[in-house]
């Protein structure tokens, strides 16, 4: 049998009804229908309705990781931002914290220079403003260097104050610094006047009672002396001019096995902590010198004797 005369159609088993083509063409008419169609009458709005009701629990699930992923980063996000926020806070409040104890110390220096400069205005004695610069490297002496020297006309023995009180005195000068001996040293004693009683004594440094006090020695068991004198300057000794404060009594022991009282004094003057001071010039010192001595008189000649 020749070739050509093949029959190349499917047999009946394999047929499938109309053509792809046809199919093409007819449903795609038919979409094209529906589009409109729904556009003009809106006639699958119930059925998207019920799908989307159908479809929305499906959707929920499927967003959850993506929903935690982004809530997950924008809480490490917020915590970063919060972590530097609290940081930058303490960071302010410490420097706030800072700048209030520094207005703070201010205001009292202020008002101790005030107070400073009130008392120099009542005191007749030549003086000069110094600054405590540090305390002595001994540490079983108690002493202060201040920033006034020989250049600045300090002497040896010059009394020293603070705005409460008498501070201590002058023991050695530099050029241009001076070493001051507080009066709580073991080794500083100075005149003072109860000025209850008018009663005189000296009061003696005492390093080591009370972290630093006075001492009033050798009085009597019965001496009149109680909690709250105030001892001032008496002026007997040529370096303090008189009625400077010294300090106050604090406690008194009187015992019946020792004919003296013991005596403890708090000083009136700033001994850990003063910062500005005043250096007086030592009463003796603005003594004029005395006029020197004149040649013995000589005996006339031919003079009667008795």
């Given amino acids: 049998m020749p070739l050509g005369t093949l029959d190349r ?5 394999f047929k499938q009804g109309p053509s792809a083509f046809s199919k093409l063409i007819f449903f795609s008419a038919l979409a094209l229908f529906l589009m409109v169609a729904d556009a003009r009458f809106k006639f699958a709005q119930p059925l998207r309705a019920s ?5 929305y629990p499906v959707q929920w699930l499927v967003l959850q990781p993506v929903r935690a992923m982004r809530e997950g980063a924008s809480y490490f996000t917020e915590l970063s931002l919060a972590q530097q926020a609290e940081q930058a806070a303490r960071v302010r409040l410490a420097q706030q914290s800072q700048r209030a104890n520094q207005v703070e110390q201010l205001a009292q220096e202020n008002a101790r220079l005030r107070q400073l400069l009130l008392l120099r205005e009542k005191i007749t004695t030549p003086n000069q403003a110094a600054e405590v610069l540090y305390d002595a490297a001994d540490t079983y002496t108690r002493k202060v260097i201040i920033d006034k020297g020989l250049v600045q006309g ?3 023995g010059s009394p020293v104050l603070d705005e409460s009180g008498v501070l201590g005195q002058v023991t050695r000068v530099h050029p241009l610094v001076s070493e001051v001996t507080l009066v709580i040293d073991r080794d500083h004693a100075i005149p003072v006047l109860n000025t209850r009683t008018g009663a005189r004594t000296v009061a003696y ?5 009370e972290g630093g006090s006075l001492e009033l020695r050798f ?6 002396v109680q909690a709250g004198d105030l001892l001032t300057t008496s002026g007997v000794d040529g370096v303090y001019p008189a009625g400077l404060p010294v300090a106050s009594v604090s406690r008194v022991e009187r015992r019946a096995d020792s004919a003296f009282a013991r005596i403890y004094c708090t000083p009136k003057a700033m001994v850990h902590g ?4 005043l250096v007086l010039k030592p009463v003796l010192a603005q003594n004029p010198p005395l006029p020197p001595p004149g040649p013995p008189a000589a005996t006339k000649k ?3 004797k008795p």
């Fill in 9 to 13: 159609t499917p047999p009946p088993f």
């Fill in 51 to 55: 799908l989307a009701a159908l479809l």
């Fill in 154 to 156: 300090v002497e040896a």
């Fill in 205 to 209: 440094g005492d390093p080591l009672t």
């Fill in 219 to 224: 009085l009597g068991g019965n001496a009149d």
């Fill in 274 to 277: 003063a910062r500005h001071v």
């Fill in 302 to 304: 031919g003079a009667a």
